[in-house]
């Protein structure tokens, strides 16, 4: 008879294991799911991105060469005074 008891613990415990392992796996597909969902959206931001640095590239070479040329004509013109 304890053969049989110790065979129903088994049982029982081997049951309890597989509870906890299903649940533990529900939720690693849940935290996957939510992980695929984010690396998604880190993969549109990361686009955005490229697109926010590519204008504020374009924007600083510009200026730069504005302000160069500001500069080139305040020299230009502070030569033109000085006689």
Do not use: C, F
């Amino acid at each position: 008879m304890s053969s049989a008891t110790t065979s129903t613990a088994l049982a029982a415990s081997r049951a309890t294991q597989y509870t906890v392992l299903n649940a533990s796996l529900e939720k690693l597909q849940k935290n996957l799911e939510v992980l695929e969902q984010q690396v998604e959206v880190t993969v549109a931001q990361s686009e955005w991105t490229k697109r926010l640095l590519l204008i504020h590239s374009s924007l600083m070479m510009a200026s730069s060469q504005v302000l160069r040329e500001e500069g080139r004509q305040e020299a230009e013109y502070e030569d033109q005074e000085e006689p």
